[in-house]
């Protein structure tokens, strides 16, 4: 058994060294400057004034707009590369023949493109490939994005015709995101409140708002249960309104509590000032208790003031010292009332 455990040890200390220096070989690349891929687009691009075309020779011929090929970079390079030390060379830019970072802007075989279609019209380069008139590194390109192709399209009024198939072989509307599956029927609201510019979470590439108002009135989110409905619902609507906007509209609420008054709404309800009312009414209609209180009957039954009273008195300083008010004091002016 002690033989056993040495043999374990010695085979673990084996591969964490193994595993320490492959750590020191990454590391020694990252701080010692390895530049597998580095090339300036602004060298070539803004201070020698190349053409794009200069080096993509097929960019505005073919679908396929086509890497540099290594004769061609040979042109200037052959000379200029005997100055420079080997990290700096084009020879670090290719395998053979074949441009080694061909994959850096590869659109995936799912989409349809035609890059001659897009480059022999009167938009620059970087209309599509921003920034790379800056660019040092062609593994940091910025990415194309599938937004950036729709807002364009949209601008030039390009016809929507063949829907998705204008640009995918194999996506329509009915084709399902990956994360479309498993728990996604509970996972989908936050994802679609985040405003993602992800395409598999933005919603409205295949659903029309009307949409989302249809499902949620033939199914309710989990949690609308009996105690959201009593009680919870109205502590998150103060949190969150933007999320219950998505179903409902700002007359629903007045429509409900019209006819069914929140629980918490009880006699003295709120305390003196009745400041409580800005937490969910705001703006209010009317500052006055019939902006809620619209058919109180004892309201509407208020007797006048006496004869020998007027609007300015004090009321406070003879009723309700002696006697309890007949109704709760809410702070108001006593004459919007007794008038």
């Known amino acids: 058994m002690a033989l056993l455990n040495q043999s374990r040890a010695r085979h673990a200390a084996a591969l964490l060294l193994l595993l320490v220096c492959a750590a020191c070989a990454m590391l020694r690349s990252v701080f010692h400057g390895e530049r597998r891929y580095a090339f300036s687009h602004e060298r070539h ?32 390079h052959a000379e200029i590369d005997a100055t420079l030390p080997a990290e700096r060379r084009i020879d ?4 053979g023949a074949e441009f080694a970072a061909a994959w850096a802007q590869k659109l995936p075989g799912e989409v349809v493109f035609s890059h001659k279609l897009h480059a022999s019209g009167k938009q620059a380069c970087n209309a599509c490939h921003a920034g790379i008139e800056k660019s040092a590194d062609v593994r940091e390109l910025p990415a194309l994005r599938m937004q950036d192709c729709t807002r364009c399209h949209a601008q030039r009024a390009v016809p929507q015709d063949k829907g998705c198939a204008l640009c995918h072989r194999e996506i329509t509307q009915q084709w ?11 996972a989908h609201g936050p ?34 249960t009996v105690y959201w409905h009593e009680r919870a619902h109205g502590l998150v609507a103060m949190a969150d309104r933007e999320n219950c906007a998505a179903c409902h509209q700002p007359d ?17 309800w709120g305390g003196v000032q ?21 058919s109180t009957p004892s309201h509407l039954s208020a007797p006048h003031l006496p004869a020998d009273h007027f609007p300015g008195m004090n009321c406070r300083q003879c009723h309700g010292l002696t006697a309890p008010l007949p109704h709760v004091d809410n702070g108001d002016d006593c004459s919007s009332c007794h008038n």
């Open 191 to 224: 994802l679609a409140r985040e405003k993602s510019e992800l395409s598999a979470e933005r919603c409205e590439l295949c659903h029309e708002p009307a949409s989302c108002e249809n499902c949620h009135r033939i199914q309710k989110p989990d949690n609308h």
């Open 176 to 186: 399902q995101p990956q994360n479309h599956h498993a728990n996604w029927t509970r």
């Open 274 to 294: 009745a400041t409580h009312c800005l937490s969910c009414h705001e703006p209010l209609r009317d500052e006055g208790c019939s902006a809620c209180h619209k």
């Open 45 to 76: 691009v803004t201070l020698e004034k190349l053409e794009c075309a200069n080096c993509h020779s097929e960019a505005l011929a073919s679908d396929q707009p086509g890497m540099p090929a290594r004769d061609t970079c040979d042109v200037c």
């Open 92 to 95: 670090t830019l290719f395998r």
């Open 252 to 268: 629903s609420c007045e429509r409900c509590h019209s006819q069914s008054r929140p629980r918490s709404h009880s006699g003295a």
